[in-house]
Nanobody, 124 residues
């Protein structure tokens, strides 16, 4: 499985960005996908997840501002980020679980496949 993330960039506080992650190599629709981020000097953290039935979950700090979605026909997962804040600045990674029909989890080692990361910078 290969994941290719895109869509990062520089935006002012209050602005929006949309991240996309293209997957290849297997039946995409059966697998839970997640977005994680790592800010400078901090550990990588869970941001959002979407499972095989389109159930979603978010870290509290992005609820109401970020929306994760998936397009199984295109094998893509997206993260729409609105009302961005400087503290959202980080490298964002998409990830895929290895087990079919898995639950959304913040446990990173349950995500076997990772994209290369895309930088999001929010200026104040």
């Amino acid at each position: 499985v290969q994941l290719q993330a895109s869509g990062g960039g520089l935006v002012q506080a209050g602005g929006s960005l949309r991240l996309s992650c293209a997957a290849s190599g297997r039946t995409f629709s059966r697998y839970t996908m997640g977005w994680f981020r790592q800010a400078p000097g901090k550990e990588r953290e869970f941001v959002a997840g979407i499972n095989w039935s389109d159930y979603t979950d978010y870290v509290d700090s992005v609820k109401g501002r970020f929306t994760i979605s998936r397009d199984n026909a295109k094998k893509m997962v997206s993260l729409q980020m609105n009302s961005l804040k400087p503290e959202d600045t980080a490298v964002y990674y998409c990830a895929a679980q290895s087990r079919e029909f898995g639950s959304i989890t913040t446990t990173q080692n349950l995500y076997a496949y990772w994209g290369q990361g895309t930088q999001v910078t929010v200026s104040s």
